[in-house]
């Protein structure tokens, strides 16, 4: 889909990422921004998916990922966050 044509619920889900991303693009020189981007939906989509196919290999990368109870819980509640953005 090009630029000219995206969809409300993309228009969305790209504010949302922006959002999310606002601290490491303001730490960025500009001309990365775009790349930061494109690497963050890639991550993004990617997490969505092995979450989608291989539940149990997501929770348990989850855990590697982030071994503190309250490092998941955080990112669990800006999870929600984004999704409440993305997705309303």
């Known amino acids: 889909m090009d630029d000219t044509t995206a969809s409300p619920e993309w228009d969305r889900y790209g504010r949302a990422v922006?959002?999310?991303?606002?601290?490491?693009?303001?730490?960025?020189?500009?001309?990365?921004?775009?790349?930061?981007?494109?690497?963050?939906?890639?991550?993004?989509?990617?997490?969505?998916?092995?979450?989608?196919?291989?539940?149990?290999?997501?929770?348990?990368l989850f855990s590697l990922i982030e071994a503190e109870d309250a490092a998941r819980l955080e990112l669990q509640e800006d999870a929600a966050a984004f999704c409440e953005e993305a997705l309303s």
């Open 18 to 60: 922006i959002g999310s991303m606002l601290e490491v693009l303001e730490e960025a020189r500009e001309e990365h921004h775009p790349l930061l981007l494109e690497a963050a939906d890639y991550w993004l989509s990617l997490g969505l998916a092995i979450g989608l196919s291989r539940p149990g290999d997501a929770e348990r």
